[in-house]
């Protein structure tokens, strides 16, 4: 093989799938100005401890998949590419002093992430996500507001058959002190004895994960985990009084607002930032990891975790690239960008300039149009007019006048001049479209 190829798991986007991906990603921001969440863009890469204490350092996502950056003279810190987006959005909801804003802080990106895992279809090490942030209410009020939404848009793209996959992962704040002995703590060691015997059957991985993080457990990919993991414990038999409340309250709330979910008593998701709210939204009947569209959850411990005063919060990502698979896959992917309507072209050489120069005067009344800048002969220019699809062509006669051709009624007018044939043409456009 010669000459370069994209890197492995990085893709061109090549047409229709650019314009798919466009086109979801403007629904996603359409979907977000809707409700009201304010846009954010974050640096594509942090400081590496940001995503080490943020989403965990037991997890996949740091200890496998985190591209970190060699660092450079004057950086003090070493950055990595961004993984996901919580991170930076509760960063930045710290360091910009969002708190002294009304709560909670909605906000909303599309974020280019970054992750060296095994490429498939519908895992990449460069994807793209919608992702949604909710900073600063703790009420299960604000988790509807947020499940419902990442609900809609995939059921607005067309993705009718989603189901969403809930769950409450506890707190990690309740202690006998406070007069709760029940939650995540005691849950994690009702799991590390579920999976103690077993020990030696597990991977090296897992064996720390059971020493260190035992609910990592949960989510491995490793056979011999995903074995035992099938008759662990549900954490929702372990839930402190306050969060069984919430979990109970989000559970009725969304049959109220009239959003199916499906218990899912083992999911706890690859981050370790998740408090008591956890859902995936997940395509039924898809293979391996591409029916996992997306995911999100509480994040109650996350801003004091990186340094803020403590503040809830709650969000969901969803992947525009599995999106894109899904809608491809049944047949819905929208009609991609088509050739311009109307093609200016020319007998001689010479109009070059100036069918460039109609072509952007039709351009500036609102009309795709394109110019052909080839010295062809004009039979050929025809010729690619019609191959782009063209609805009609304009022609620079050698005296200067325009010739309009309707390439649908393949009817041509006389020669005339310039001003009465754009009037002419841009109506023909418009009644076409
Ligand atoms: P996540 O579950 O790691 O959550 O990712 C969310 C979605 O991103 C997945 O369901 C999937 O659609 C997509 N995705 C993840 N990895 C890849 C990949 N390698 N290739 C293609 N698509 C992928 C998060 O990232 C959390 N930050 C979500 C969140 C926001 N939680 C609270 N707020």
Redesign the pocket.
């Known amino acids: 093989m010669s000459g370069f190829q994209s890197p492995r798991g990085l893709r061109d986007l090549l047409e229709p799938l650019a314009s798919a991906h466009g086109w979801a990603t403007d629904r996603a921001w359409a979907a977000a100005d809707a409700a009201g969440y304010a846009r954010i863009e974050l640096p594509i890469a942090e400081e590496s401890a940001l995503f080490e204490r943020a989403v965990g350092g037991t997890s996949d996502?740091v200890s496998k998949e985190l591209y970190r950056l060699e660092p450079r003279g004057d950086d003090a810190v070493t950055l990595a590419l961004r993984p996901?987006?919580?991170a930076g959005a509760v960063r930045a909801y710290i360091q910009h002093g969002m708190r002294s804003q009304p709560q909670p802080v909605r906000l909303a990106t599309v974020a280019q992430?970054f992750?060296y895992?095994r490429p498939q279809k519908?895992?990449?090490?460069q994807?793209t996500?919608f992702?949604?942030?909710a900073i600063g209410d703790g009420g299960p009020g604000i988790d509807l507001e947020v499940i419902e939404m990442g609900a809609a848009y995939l059921r607005d793209l067309g993705l009718t058959d989603v189901q969403v996959h809930l769950n409450s992962v506890g707190c990690t704040t309740c202690r006998p002190a406070y007069g709760c002995t029940t939650c995540r703590p005691a849950y994690v060691e009702t799991l590390r004895a579920h999976f103690t015997p077993v020990v030696q059957e597990l991977s090296q991985v897992d064996q720390s994960r059971l020493a260190t993080n035992p609910l990592r457990l949960l989510d491995s990919k490793e056979p011999a985990t995903v074995k035992r993991a099938a008759s662990a414990p549900a954490i929702t038999d372990h839930l402190c009084a306050d969060c069984a409340a919430h979990h109970a309250a989000v559970t009725t709330g969304l049959a109220t607002i009239g959003v199916a979910v499906l218990p899912a008593p083992r999911l706890v998701?690859?981050?370790d930032y998740y408090t008591r709210t956890a859902w995936?939204?997940l395509l039924p009947g898809e293979q391996g990891?591409q029916g996992?569209?997306?995911?999100?959850?509480r994040?109650d411990g996350l801003v004091e975790l990186l340094g803020g005063t403590p503040t809830p919060g709650?969000?969901?990502?969803?992947?525009i690239?599995?999106v894109v698979l899904a809608l491809e896959a049944r047949g819905l992917l929208p009609i991609a960008a088509s050739g311009p309507a109307i093609v200016v072209a020319g007998i001689e050489p010479e109009s070059v300039a100036e069918r460039v120069a109609i072509a952007a005067q039709l351009r500036a009344a609102g009309a795709s149009a394109r110019a052909d800048v080839s010295t062809r002969k004009i039979g050929k220019q025809l010729e690619g007019a019609v191959r782009d699809g063209a609805l009609a062509v304009i022609i620079v006669e050698p005296d200067g006048r325009l010739t309009l051709r309707d390439l649908v009624k393949a009817s041509q007018a006389e020669p005339a001049e310039r001003g009465g044939v754009i009037a002419a043409v841009l109506r023909l456009v418009q009644n076409e479209g």
């Not at 996992?292 to 959850?297: E, Q």
């Not at 709650?314 to 992947?319: E, H, N, P, S, T």
């Open positions: 996502i996901e987006a919580t992430l992750r895992d519908g895992r990449y090490r994807f996500q992702d949604i942030e998701r690859g981050l995936e939204y990891q996992a569209l997306g995911g999100g959850g994040y709650i969000g969901f990502a969803i992947g690239d599995r």
